[in-house]
């Protein structure tokens, strides 16, 4: 039975629209910050999610599927442009030796209380979108390393690789910040 | 340098027999995102019980997984994106 327009735009603006923020917030790390780009795709995803409101079952988490449409859309568009050229910068991650400074410098991890969230969204932001997108359905999505694999057409052992040098990365940049703050020495 | 290191020869796991903290080491990572089979994932949890200098590394790992995840699952308010939404619901509403 097919849900008549007004109830249906009420029901899915009390159910779903509550999760704008969530879903921006989602879009823009995985788009890495580019605003424009996220926008676009949260739009695309709650208009496919509003089409298909008849088929969300009441009752379960809408919050969680709004965030698989959202994440679909995205993994469409990334797995679409994956045949272009490997960057530089890529290249330049996955090169880089294993720094165990931030871990030596402050071993408890007192930076994490210190630090200001903007400086870690940032250095999630600047990951190239190979790593980044990695992290961002592994460590902030919560994907397990199949799912993540799955999603983004590579192997399980990659999915690892990748989660490693993107954390170490993430880890020389919260340093670097760190000391340039006089937090650490 | 990757998480998944070959084991040396002679060292697979069998029984009662315990982990070296490079064995430990190596999975790290995989241990905390909870993707160690049970008894591997045990294995490695009894070897943090004992180990003076693994634990606290991979403590660290933990706060900083966490902390990731605290930060970057926030949400991001956008006023012009909330009236572009409903704009667009407008629309296909009709």
New interface residues.
């Given amino acids: 039975m097919t849900i008549p ?2 109830p249906r ?1 009420r029901e ?2 009390e159910e779903a ?1 509550v999760h ?6 989602l879009a ?2 995985l788009s890495g910050g580019d ?1 424009p780009r996220a ?1 676009d795709l ?2 695309e995803a ?2 496919k999610a ?2 298909a409101w008849d088929s969300f079952e009441q009752g379960t988490n809408c919050r969680a599927w709004l965030m698989t449409i959202l994440r679909n859309t995205f993994i469409n568009q990334f797995r679409r442009q994956k045949s272009r050229p490997t960057d530089v910068e890529f290249e330049q991650v996955a090169e880089r ?2 720094s165990p400074a ?2 030596e410098a ?4 007192r930076l ?1 209380e210190r630090i200001i ?1 903007a400086e ?2 940032a250095a ?1 932001d600047e990951l190239p979108e190979e790593f980044r997108v990695a ?2 359905l ?5 994907l ?2 199949q799912e993540v694999s799955e999603l983004m057409g590579i192997p399980v ?1 990659t999915v ?2 990748r ?2 040098r993107a ?1 170490k990365r ?2 020389e940049r919260l340093y670097e910040y760190a000391v340039e703050m006089g937090f650490l020495k | 340098m990757t998480t998944d290191a070959p084991v040396p020869p002679g060292s697979e796991m069998h029984g009662e027999q315990e982990l070296t903290c490079e064995e430990s080491l190596a999975v790290v990572y995989e241990y905390l995102d909870g993707e160690l089979d049970p008894e591997r994932h045990d294995m490695v949890r009894r070897h943090l019980e004992r180990c003076r200098n693994c634990y606290p590394y991979f403590n660290f790992e933990r706060l900083f997984l966490d902390y990731v995840h605290e930060v970057g699952a926030r949400g991001e308010r956008s006023q012009d994106l909330e009236d572009r939404v409903r704009a667009l619901l407008d629309e296909e509403t009709g």
């Fill in positions: 327009a007004e735009r899915f603006e629209l704008l923020d969530a879903l921006y917030g823009l790390r605003e926008e949260v739009q709650l208009l509003y089409r030796p294993h931030l871990f402050d071993p408890e991890g994490f969230d870690v969204i999630i992290v961002v592994a460590d902030i999505e919560g397990s390393y052992g690892k690789s989660l490693f954390r993430l880890q």
